[in-house]
């Protein structure tokens, strides 16, 4: 089974819509991060969360909003969503003894907003 | 914020040969950097990392090295094989946040 889980794994919007990511972690992790990919443009940081009180804005975090419901899950959500939003969003999560910064990728959720 | 910037943006070498992906980051403060492969339709994954107090690091076919003075570091692949084809990415923390460089797309010719 799978460690870190996204769903959906595909998701096609239309403008204004709400929608929603969900992570989730099987790690024993309390850190978890969401980023979006861009061609050429790398990974970017969205937010960050450090445990469920921890709650902290990257790099890009306009537009977007999260909730940390548990030490296991960390949704995003796009409250109106736009077509530059479109792109592959990865969760992740950090936080082992032995190497706390190993950072673990989910497979990635691809949106597409018409 | 940390700017990381990363070249190539993409690399063909034939199979055994070595290749290496240069980063420059910004930031003082950035201490640790690691190294990710991502393959077609998957999450990047880490391959190697390495700690600010320390200059190279090796693991196998694969070593990285670090200048702190000059902010720069890379990643070393020797003897390539065609499954190190992915798109490789350099990142720089401070322990808080990751900051990504724009990837680098190595392709090994059999």
């Known amino acids: 089974d799978a460690d870190v889980t996204q769903t959906p794994r595909n998701r096609i919007t239309k403008t204004g819509k709400r929608i929603m990511l969900e992570c989730s972690q099987t790690k024993g992790h309390d850190r978890m991060y969401w980023y979006r990919q861009d061609p050429g443009l790398g990974l970017r940081l969205i937010y960050y969360?450090?445990?469920?009180?921890?709650?902290n804005k990257g790099e890009i975090s306009d537009g977007y909003s999260v909730s940390r419901q548990a030490q296991a899950k960390f949704s995003l959500s796009l409250e109106s969503a736009i077509p530059n939003q479109t792109a592959l969003y990865f969760c992740?999560?950090?936080?082992?003894?032995?190497?706390?910064?190993?950072?673990?990728f989910g497979p990635g959720t691809r949106l597409t907003v018409l | 914020g940390e700017n990381v910037e990363q070249h190539p943006s993409t690399l063909s070498v034939q199979e055994g040969d070595s290749a290496v992906i240069k980063c420059t980051y910004s930031?003082?403060?950035?201490?640790?950097f690691p190294w990710y492969k991502q393959e077609l339709g998957k999450g990047p994954q880490l391959i190697i990392d390495?700690?600010?107090?320390?200059g190279e690091k090796k693991d196998q076919r694969i070593a990285v090295t670090l200048n702190k003075t000059a902010k720069h570091f890379s990643l070393h692949i020797t003897e390539t094989q065609p499954e190190d084809s992915a798109v490789y990415f350099c990142a720089a923390t401070d322990f808080n946040k990751f900051y990504f460089g724009s990837g680098t797309k190595l392709n090994v010719k059999p």
């Open positions: 930031d003082s403060a950035s201490n640790y």
């Open positions: 390495i700690r600010s107090n320390v």
């Open positions: 969360s450090f445990d469920v009180k921890d709650i």
């Open positions: 992740a999560t950090s936080g082992r003894a032995s190497a706390p910064l190993e950072q673990f």
